[in-house]
T-cell receptor, first 114, second 115 residues
Framework: AQSVTQLDSQVPVFEEAPVELRCNYS??????LFWYVQYPNQGLQLLLK??????LVKGINGFEAEFNKSQTSFHLRKPSVHISDTAEYFC????????????FGKGTKLTVNP | NAGVTQTPKFRILKIGQSMTLQCTQD?????MYWYRQDPGMGLKLIYY???????DKGEVPNGYNVSRSTTEDFPLRLELAAPSQTSVYFC??????????????FGQGTRLTVV
């Protein structure tokens, strides 16, 4: 069974600073990986996904993530954050075989301060 | 373009009462899910379905029931509400067909309080 560990529950940063949100996963099979964002009082929406191919994937709002198979990681990065990036971010995994299960991490709350 | 629609948005229940959380999707997706979200705990899978007539338990199914009589609808039933079921509930759907159709779409959530 897959599992996801998000290493930081809260990350405070100043506006225009870079940020990295860490995600590690465990699985006995090849996986698909996702990052979702949740703004206050809303549902989750997809930021980006890794299915195969290039290990660096780009998503919406200037975010990108790098898949590292040897370290079983999928860290999310943004070179310069804005106040509007304040939200909760979730890493998720499903197995490449098309398993119906989508497993989420506990989330990282990103707070961007002026 | 409705996507995934959940009703109600908010509900307060008394201990022991029952209710059904409704979820409908208009994208003809095969896979549907119910998650609960508690502060600092992420999303926990309650039940899921891979198609009409097929459901299965997730991580935290106790105290809940589901049915999937149509592709569009996936209601979640609480029979005897308990304070431990106070949470935000999210319904989601995925196509289940093809490598590129792996994104899950979420509803806006139902905030349930059991008192």
């Amino acid at each position: 069974a897959q599992s996801v560990t998000q290493l930081d529950s809260q990350v405070p940063v100043f506006e225009e600073a870079p940020v990295e949100l860490r995600c590690n996963y465990s699985s006995s099979v090849s996986v698909y990986l996702f990052w979702y964002v949740q703004y206050p009082n809303q549902g989750l929406q997809l930021l980006l996904k890794y299915l195969s191919g290039s290990t660096l994937v780009k998503g919406i709002n200037g975010f990108e993530a790098e898949f590292n198979k040897s370290q079983t990681s999928f860290h999310l990065r943004k070179p310069s954050v804005h106040i509007s990036d304040t939200a909760e971010y979730f890493c998720a995994v499903s197995d490449e075989g098309g398993s119906e299960k989508l497993v989420f991490g506990k989330g990282t709350k990103l707070t961007v301060n002026p | 373009n409705a996507g995934v629609t959940q009703t109600p948005k908010f509900r307060i229940l008394k201990i022991g009462q029952s209710m059904t959380l409704q979820c409908t999707q208009d994208m003809n997706h095969n896979y549907m899910y119910w998650y609960r979200q508690d502060p600092g705990m992420g999303l926990k899978l309650i039940y899921y379905s891979v198609g009409a007539g097929i459901t299965d338990k997730g991580e935290v199914p106790n105290g809940y029931n589901v049915s999937r009589s149509t592709t569009e609808d996936f209601p979640l039933r609480l029979e005897l509400a308990a304070p431990s079921q106070t949470s935000v509930y999210f319904c989601a759907s995925r196509s289940g067909q093809g490598v590129m159709n792996t994104e899950a779409f979420f509803g806006q959530g139902t905030r349930l309080t059991v008192v």
